[in-house]
């Protein structure tokens, strides 16, 4: 802790150093806009204020000679914002402003003599268009109601342009950044997991309000990211007291069978229940928002090869509350809750071909927070938030420790396909995965207005974050992995093929010491300012440092390290109206040093791994004749491996001793973004805008692997000497993104309303960067140098994240009824992506093709393209959702409505396939093969390589497209 607040104090006095000129773009909450006449003209002198609930004024301001006004700083809420001018008609408008953002609004008064009411929302369909530069795009959650998408964050969020879920396992990609440098707030509070930094699944789809995607010029208020910023605000209590009650129903049955061969569905109703209920404990002064949901999932499933049939089912409770007090006129504090309990069963991890692979486990995970805002004189507003999140995962993996029982095969002939136990460990000691942080952000915002040289809009803070995990990583419940030369597959019965021609490898995975916990903490100080020089320019620039100290899971300290990361942009309004908006922007994001880098070299917790040949008896060689079990034919290889020298046997190649082998470079850097923007919005019509945007981005500082010359040797305690293995950075691979988004809202008539999201865009490189399993992998690059060429070991092409075409186009429509019928609205997505790069990757032996320049253990695995990166593509989709929405007054009520919802997503049942099986055999797999120098020989297939019997094809139900599914809710709301 004194080193932490040493950082602080150095933060603290570099922040005070800082010159002005670096600020960026204000993140103080507010209102502004301009205010012309019915002729356009501007209008001075307008008396703008802000009012809250209670009908306090928070805010007031006099518009200039431009007619441009602002309303800042304002506390985060729900307020009413009044024009008033001798000789024109007062207008009060309804403005949502949300953390660290200025909601724009313009106005057009009236004539006295001609009445003007308008109520809006601080959304992108209902408002300016200067509100999308650059501040992001938002999702307003009674918008997203009507129509088709799923309740899901991932849903909502990939709605946006430059958003996909083509990181590993579906993870979430921002602009082309690597899924695990995002950032995800909850109501400002951090929600990322440890390990693959996803968003955590706290949201309630009914209490949502809206939710802000940033995915570029991104203000320097946010920091701990290269991707982009999603921000999702709920609702909070008001002086009325109002709520919902809604039921969900679906069935696994109610959903289309895909063309997988052996897909079948199981009948059994899945109800979900979401309860919200908001209003006030004491008028005017505390408002409460609470809300609960159960959520019930069990869905069948095949099993890959095997096309076995099984149930899996998921159970998650979540509620929520929010308390907001207003101390005085000027002070507001906020407590916040979310709990989430989470229960899995009949789960498993990667590709598996049999039930011994399941595991049933639980995940309770709670997040509190305090926010707490005061306004200070006539312009400054300070800011305070603290938040904490802590989750525990149980029971993932095998319960069984024998060798037999406990001890995974894969399949090497099918992608490492998994049988006979899961992966992990549920019940050895310190097996319980504990992810846990906090955050403590303290901010200032203040807004100077002077009639010569514009308004600026300034902030500075300060956020400390810290991030923990501590568990024991086992791999698997013995200690011990096979991974056997493939597998013989009968009937839904799976025997494992053990060969002694070096194709059958024993993985020895002990832990050496039990995890204290690591600890990540990231000390920051950034500062802001956006200076609206004059009707046409504004200007916006800043600068953010992250100073980051890590200690692994011994609590070694391993990382020391500082970064700046600047922020700049300009908007120039054309007319000076907001119709016509041109943008440009330059930034560098900086993410943070992840759990699994900050222990690569960690002795505790983490396992070693040693790979040894097997040497035996041939088990199971021949598919028609008698097969072992599994459980028999492991005791025979473990009986072969124990009697010539088991764990003490030379390994095929040098291990992995986190703590001895692999160490961490000191200077170790996060990965970093550079980007550039710009862009143009234009106004369409009176309610509609059309914004298209350029994004370049390049990415550096990767995660890196080096053992070459230069590192040398360590020896162990037993005088053992091994190649030694830095963690490091390096720029020698590389990763671009370009993109153009487009997006265009506009209404159809008086009933509708149309929107389009389009993103194309090129991924290209020579680093993918991530895995499914543990997120941050390093690149090979400088590991072994002379043993690998970039050429065929890394070469440049399409990355896996790249998606050429991304369109999204959403319409609601209100037909006519009258109004004792209610009303009833319909909605429709159209969803189209296109297909995403693969490539075929085997792994072959150089090392009777280099002259040994003197290593101790040579590789003897090394990743070889046998095509361009990304030569291959996975099908286009595309998915029509329909939704009807219809909801009615309950008589003699003033507010209660009960409605109803239906939804059919993809209703032409479109099944396309979206992942393929991608095994590639060489000799390292299959002695039917000859080895080749990858150096001087050009492959040739079945030669020097084949494919598996799954590449390029479908191995699950899975692997194709969502198929059609219909899903209704009732409910009721007050």
Request: charged share 20%.
């Amino acid at each position: 802790m004194r080193r932490f607040a040493r950082a602080w104090l150095t933060i603290a006095l570099l922040a005070a150093a800082a010159p002005a000129v670096w600020a960026q773009p204000s993140s103080a909450a507010g209102v502004a806009g301009r205010v012309i006449d019915p002729s356009g003209h501007a209008l001075e002198g307008v008396v703008v204020a802000a009012m809250d609930g209670a009908g306090v004024q928070r805010c007031r301001a006099l518009t200039a000679d431009d007619g441009s006004y602002t309303l800042a700083p304002l506390a985060p809420g729900e307020y009413v914002a009044t024009f008033a001018l001798a000789g024109f008609r007062e207008q009060r408008h309804v403005v949502r402003v949300t953390d660290a953002r200025v909601a724009p609004l313009n106005v057009a008064l009236a004539l006295a003599a001609i009445p003007s009411v308008v109520n809006v929302v601080a959304a992108p369909d209902r408002n300016d268009p200067e509100q999308t530069i650059p501040e992001g795009i938002v999702y307003d959650a009674s918008g997203l109601d009507l129509m088709p998408p799923h309740g899901s964050h991932a849903a909502r969020i990939t709605m946006a342009p430059g958003v996909t879920a083509n990181g590993p396992g579906g993870a979430i990609s921002i602009s082309g950044g690597l899924s695990y440098g995002n950032l995800f707030l909850l109501d400002g509070l951090v929600i990322n997991e440890n390990l693959r930094g996803q968003a955590r699944p706290f949201l309630i789809q009914d209490a949502t309000a809206e939710t802000r995607v940033a995915t570029s010029a991104v203000t320097a208020d946010y920091g701990r990211f290269q991707g982009g910023v999603v921000n999702t605000i709920t609702k909070s209590g008001t002086n009325v007291l109002s709520g919902s009650v809604r039921a969900g129903f679906s069935n696994d049955r109610w959903r289309a069978l895909t063309p997988f061969r052996g897909d079948a569905t199981v009948n059994h109703r899945m109800p979900s229940v979401q309860v919200t209920a908001g209003g006030p404990v004491r008028l005017n002064r505390m408002w409460l928002f609470a809300a609960a949901e159960l959520e019930q999932f069990e869905q069948n499933r095949t099993l890959a090869y095997t096309r076995t049939n099984y149930t899996s089912g998921q159970t998650e409770r979540r509620v929520e509350a929010k308390l907001t007090w207003a101390i005085s006129a000027r002070q507001t504090a906020r407590a916040l809750l979310y709990r989430i309990d989470t229960r899995r069963t009949n789960a498993s991890d990667g590709v598996v071909l049999e039930r011994a692979t399941f595991y049933d486990s639980t995940s309770p995970e709670a997040l509190a927070g305090v926010t707490y805002t005061a306004t200070i004189g006539r312009g400054l507003l300070f800011e305070a938030q603290y938040s904490n999140r802590q989750l525990t995962i149980d029971g993932i993996g095998s319960r069984d420790t024998t060798l037999t029982g406990g001890t995974p095969v894969w399949d090497r002939s099918r992608s490492d396909a998994r049988f006979n136990s899961p992966a992990g460990c549920a019940v050895c000691d310190g097996a319980t995965d504990e992810r846990d942080n906090q955050n403590v952000r303290a901010k200032a915002a203040y807004t100077l207005a002077t009639r010569r040289r514009g308004t600026h809009e300034m902030s500075a803070g300060l956020d400390g974050f810290q991030e923990t995990r501590r568990n024991d990583s086992y791999q698997t419940g013995s200690g011990f992995r096979v991974r056997a030369t493939r597998s013989n597959i009968t009937s839904g019965s799976v025997t494992p093929v053990f060969l002694p021609d070096r194709t059958t490898w024993i993985y020895w995975m002990p832990i050496l010491q039990a995890a204290r916990g690591n600890d990540l903490r990231t000390a920051s100080v950034f500062v802001s300012d956006t200076w609206r020089i004059s009707p046409h320019l504004t200007a916006r620039a800043g600068a953010r440092f992250d100073y980051t100290r890590a200690r692994d899971s011994l609590r070694a300290p391993v990382v020391r390290n500082g970064e700046v990361s600047p922020r700049a942009g300009v908007v120039w309004d054309v007319r000076k109206n907001g119709r016509l908006l041109l943008n440009a922007g330059a930034a560098r994001y900086v993410s943070s040093i992840t759990t699994n880098v900050a222990d690569a070299a960690s002795p505790a917790g983490r396992p070693s791994t040693y790979v040894y040949d097997y040497l035996g008896p041939a088990i199971n060689a021949d598919p028609k004749g008698p097969q072992l079990t599994s459980t028999d034919a492991l005791a025979a290889v473990f009986n072969w491996f124990n009697a010539n020298g088991g764990t003490g046997r030379a390994p095929r190649s040098a291990p992995s001793i986190p703590g001895v082998t692999t160490k961490i470079d000191r200077g170790l850097e996060p990965p970093d973004a550079r980007e550039a923007t710009a862009g143009v919005t234009i106004g369409v019509g009176q309610s509609g805008w059309l914004k298209v945007e350029g994004i370049y981005r390049t990415f550096g500082n990767f995660y890196a692997r080096q053992r070459d010359l230069s590192t040398g040797r360590i020896t162990d305690q037993s005088g053992r000497s091994y190649d030694l293995l830095i963690v490091t950075n390096t720029n020698a691979v590389t990763r671009t993104y370009r993109a153009v988004n487009a997006q265009v809202s506009t209404r159809i008539a008086k009933r509708g309303r149309i929107s389009i999201a389009y993103t194309l865009s090129a991924a290209r490189g020579s680093y993918d960067g991530e895995t499914t399993n543990i997120g941050p992998d390093t690149a090979a690059y400088t590991d072994y140098p002379e043993y690998r060429s970039p050429s065929w070991s890394s070469p440049a092409g399409w990355l896996a994240v790249d998606q050429r075409h991304k369109l999204r186009a959403t319409t609601t429509w209100d037909l006519p009824l009258a109004p004792s019928l209610g009303r009833l609205t319909l909605g429709l997505v159209q969803r189209y992506d296109s297909g995403r790069p693969w490539s075929a990757v085997g792994n072959v032996n150089p090392k009777s093709f280099v002259a040994n320049p003197g290593y101790l253990t040579p590789p003897t695995s090394v990743p070889y393209f046998f095509s361009p990166r990304g030569a291959y593509r996975t099908a286009a989709t595309a998915s029509t959702d329909l939704s009807v929405s219809w909801s009615r007054r309950v008589p003699r009520t003033k507010r209660a409505q009960i409605y109803g919802r239906a939804l059919l997503i993809n209703a032409f049942n479109r099944s396309a396939v979206v992942n393929v099986g991608r095994t590639v055999l060489t000799r390292n797999d299959s002695a039917t093969y000859q080895l080749f120098n990858p150096f001087t020989d050009t492959p040739i297939a079945g030669v020097h390589y084949g494919f598996g019997s799954d590449f390029g094809r479908p191995r699950t139900p899975g692997d194709y497209q969502p198929p059609r599914e219909f899903t209704f809710s009732l409910g009721l709301r007050f």
